[in-house]
Nanobody, 124 residues
Framework: QFRFVESGGGLVQPGDSLRLSCEVEGFPLDYYIIGWFRQAPGKEREGVSCIDNLHGKTYYADSVKGRFTISRGDAKNTVLLQMDNLKPEDSGVYYC?????????????????WGQGTQVTVSS
């Protein structure tokens, strides 16, 4: 029913920037909270940022505040994540998904619509 297609990842050096794009299909984007998550090897998936389209609010994990910016793309069905001043600890597979707890950037329980994600590697 839902589909999330992530793109924009790559291999960059510390201090570089990347912009990730999430294309959402199968439901009206305006009435859902959409978030970015990441998972590094050996670690749990963590919420990075989300955008509450209904209330016009954005949220960020403490580790990325001041460096990442989430926004709606020019296309109505896209969500972007601008990542500046990347650090090695930002490395991981980045996913976009529906969020049901915006301040905590959490996906709904039993969420099963994870896409393929896009790999971000920050290394010198």
């Amino acid at each position: 029913q839902f589909r999330f297609v992530e793109s924009g990842g790559g291999l960059v050096q510390p201090g570089d920037s990347l912009r990730l794009s999430c294309e959402v299909e199968g439901f009206p984007l305006d009435y859902y909270i959409i978030g970015w998550f990441r998972q590094a090897p050996g670690k749990e998936r963590e919420g990075v940022s989300c955008i509450d389209n209904l209330h016009g609010k954005t949220y960020y994990a403490d580790s990325v505040k001041g460096r990442f910016t989430i926004s709606r793309g020019d296309a109505k069905n896209t969500v972007l994540l601008q990542m500046d001043n990347l650090k090695p600890e930002d490395s991981g597979v980045y996913y976009c998904a529906i969020v049901d707890n915006a301040p905590q950037i959490r996906a709904p329980p039993e969420y099963n619509h994870w896409g393929q994600g896009t790999q971000v590697t920050v290394s010198s």
